[in-house]
Nanobody
Framework: VQLQASGGGLVQAGGSLRLSCAASGRTFSSSAMGWFRQAPGKEREFVASISWTGGVTYYGGSMKGRFTISRDNAKNTVYLQMNSLKPEDTAVYYC????????????????????WGQGTLVTVSS
């Protein structure tokens, strides 16, 4: 599985961005997908995850109500819509996949994912 994240950029506080993560391979539709982020000098942080059906989603505490994760299995793509962005959202955002994950509950831990994209930088200016 190869993951290609895109959509990052520079945005003002209060603005929005939509990240995309395109996956190769046949296992996407049965994969749990997640987004994580890492700011300079900080540990990796869970952002959101989505089950293989798209029916269950989880969010990190500070993202609830502002971020929305979704997926399109026909396009092998997972999205992260980010609204009301804050300077503290500045980080490199990574998508991750856990293939053949038929549990209805997508993982929240980074060590539960097998494949990672290269990351896309999001910078929020104040």
């Amino acid at each position: 599985v190869q993951l290609q994240a895109s959509g990052g950029g520079l945005v003002q506080a209060g603005g929005s961005l939509r990240l995309s993560c395109a996956a190769s391979g046949r296992t996407f539709s049965s994969s749990a997908m997640g987004w994580f982020r890492q700011a300079p000098g900080k540990e990796r942080e869970f952002v959101a995850s989505i089950s293989w059906t798209g029916g269950v989603t989880y969010y990190g505490g500070s993202m609830k109500g502002r971020f929305t994760i979704s997926r399109d299995n026909a396009k092998n793509t997972v999205y992260l819509q980010m609204n009301s962005l804050k300077p503290e959202d500045t980080a490199v955002y990574y998508c991750a996949a856990r293939p053949n994950s038929l549990s209805p509950f997508p993982p929240k831990g980074g060590d539960e994912y097998d494949y990672w994209g290269q990351g896309t930088l999001v910078t929020v200016s104040s």
